[in-house]
């Protein structure tokens, strides 16, 4: 089970975390993501870490602004968001698969709730 949390109001330009918390399962095997969905458009790839922390992917929209972390011993992964624009604005679900990886987020087996993020101009 993951669940999602962290999400609200922030100004352009801002910082946000959002943390994943774990639970149910063998956390530490499993590689995590972070995927967004904004209103009307279809679910967007963010990051995602693997089970060691040895393989890290962004999207390009957020190379160099989103930092993905993750800690096994407390089951949690975090997605620290600066410099945030508006076109951030989505629900941010996290995802878990057994494989490596992935920049597609059909792969991802187990989703959480999500948590919404808006961002203002």
């Known amino acids: 089970q993951l669940q999602a949390s962290g999400g609200g109001l922030v100004q352009a330009g801002g910082s946000l975390r959002l943390s994943c918390a774990a639970s149910?399962?063998?956390?530490?095997?499993?590689?995590i993501a972070w995927i967004r969905q904004a209103p009307g458009k279809e679910r967007e790839f963010v990051a995602a870490i693997s089970w060691s922390g040895g393989m890290i992917l962004y999207a390009d929209s957020v190379k160099g602004r989103f930092t993905i972390s993750r800690d096994n011993a407390k089951n949690t992964v975090d997605l620290q968001m600066n410099i945030v624009k508006p076109e951030d604005t989505a629900v941010y679900y996290c995802a878990a698969r057994t494989g490596p990886s992935s920049y597609n987020h059909n792969l991802y087996n187990y989703w959480g709730q999500g948590t919404l993020v808006t961002v203002s101009s």
């Open positions: 149910g399962r063998t956390f530490r095997s499993y590689s």
